[in-house]
């Protein structure tokens, strides 16, 4: 007998035939024995109808406002969900994040957790009931209802994992477990069997979308075996864990790819002392997210310097450097949003040379310049031209020899 949590995402329950389908899916794991715990998402489509009425009536609305309205799809979820199990035979009670309770900050929108009592959820389960949580949502220190930010409901969901100490936590959702690269990019691409905490977290912060990277982070930090699962096929996902628990460690375990970042190159910049903070500490006080960055030496004092930011980030980014054009004393500002980054992650690189090698090799077999490059103990990151992006992940995928065997 196991104790397992399982979280279902908008898509599982976008109407009530799939509400009834997860029902007969949890049913099938009580019937085994098993103490299970549910953790739900809002029906597909409904917090984006709920924040657009948040914008289209405000765009400047009130946070714990926006907190009261966002939080009821869950609330939907969690109560259709309770009633479908009961109509089947299970016995189930629905739980929002006040009752349990998930306690947060204040930060509205976008709190953190700061603790859950599992006693009660607990009890419930030892008890034969199935509770059915709300993910997404909390009770903040002023007693009001808050949210974790989207995609925040796998955050509740290995959050609850952790508190009731579940042997996994089951994500459920319409993909059928983390791949070595976007299978709609690399039709060969397999599908892992195990990736380690930190390696999902590289590709999950790269832009492979599986789990919302907090959610990551804490599963780490816990030490919560999660698995990414198909809720519409039955068959095995893949499992997050230790890597103590990942036998065989391939050099890279995935290629990942972002389009979400731009490129920023300021041109002859004065090459003396204090210069980079005096152009990234305005950024980061003006919350632009800087990440990749290169710089160049010119022969005549001057350098060039060339770092991306977040695409969403980027007016507000030039109009900061902009401001400041003549106390910083570059000579141009040149952004770019036409670019990606393509990642290569693996635990196997910390321990091997040459890796980032095969990396630029493969790249340049394609004709694919490489603008900045960035690299970290298990990835290595290049900026190429958008256009690019699929070429390259493909060429990488073959050049680690990831591709399924045909
Ligand atoms: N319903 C919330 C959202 O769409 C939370 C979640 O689905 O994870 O962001
Ligand atoms: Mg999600």
């Avoid at 009001?144 to 509740?156: I, K, M, N, Y």
């Avoid at 996994?168 to 060969?188: A, E, K, N, Q």
């Avoid at 919350?287 to 980027?314: H, R, Y």
């Avoid at 990835?379 to 680690?400: C, D, N, Q």
């Amino acid at each position: 007998m196991a104790r397992i949590v399982m979280k279902f995402g908008g898509t599982s329950v976008g109407d009530l035939d799939r509400i009834r389908n997860v029902a007969k899916r949890v049913k099938r794991e009580v019937d085994a024995g098993h103490e299970v715990a549910v953790v739900v998402s809002a029906m597909s489509g409904v917090t984006n109808q709920l924040v657009k009425y948040c914008q289209d009536l405000s765009p400047l609305h009130d946070a714990r406002e926006y907190d009261t309205i966002v939080a009821t799809g869950e609330q939907v979820t969690i109560g259709l969900l309770a009633i479908a199990l009961q109509t089947i035979g299970v016995d189930a009670r629905s739980w929002q994040g006040w009752q349990i309770p998930i306690r947060t900050d204040d930060a509205h929108s976008k709190a953190r957790i700061e603790s859950i009592e599992g006693e009660l959820l607990i009890e419930r389960m030892k008890a034969g009931q199935v509770p059915v949580v709300a993910g997404f949502q909390g009770v903040g220190p002023d007693n009001r209802v808050t949210t974790l930010g989207r995609g925040g409901s796998d955050l509740s969901a290995v959050a609850v994992a952790a508190a009731v100490k579940a042997d996994r936590c089951d994500i459920f959702t319409d993909v059928d477990g983390i791949y070595t690269t976007d299978p709609r990019i690399v039709p060969r691409a397999r599908k892992l069997e195990r990736v380690a905490y930190e390696e999902m977290l590289e590709l999950a912060s790269v832009g492979a979308k599986v789990l919302q990277t907090r959610s990551v982070e804490l599963a780490m930090k816990q030490r919560v075996r999660v698995q990414v699962l198909s809720s519409f096929e039955d068959k095995p996902g893949s499992l997050v864990v230790d890597e103590d628990e990942i036998v065989e460690q391939a050099l890279v375990t995935g290629v990942a790819y972002s389009r979400d970042e731009a490129k920023v190159t300021l041109r002859r910049v004065p090459d003396r002392p204090g210069i980079a903070a005096q152009v990234f500490v305005p950024l980061a006080a003006a919350n632009v997210n800087v990440d990749m960055i290169v710089q160049n030496i010119g022969a005549d004092g001057s350098t060039d310097m060339t770092f991306t930011v977040g695409k969403t980030d980027l007016p507000r980014a030039e109009k900061v450097l902009n401001d400041l054009k003549a106390t910083i004393g570059f000579e141009a500002l040149l952004a770019d949003p036409d670019v990606a980054k393509i990642s290569i992650v693996g635990i196997g690189m910390r321990s091997h040379a040459g890796v980032a090698a095969t990396m630029f090799g493969a790249l340049s077999e394609k004709g694919i310049n490489i603008q900045v490059i960035s690299t970290s103990e298990i990835k290595t990151s290049v900026l190429v031209g958008a256009e690019y992006t699929e070429l390259a992940v493909r060429a990488l995928h073959t050049a680690y020899g990831l591709d399924a065997p045909a």
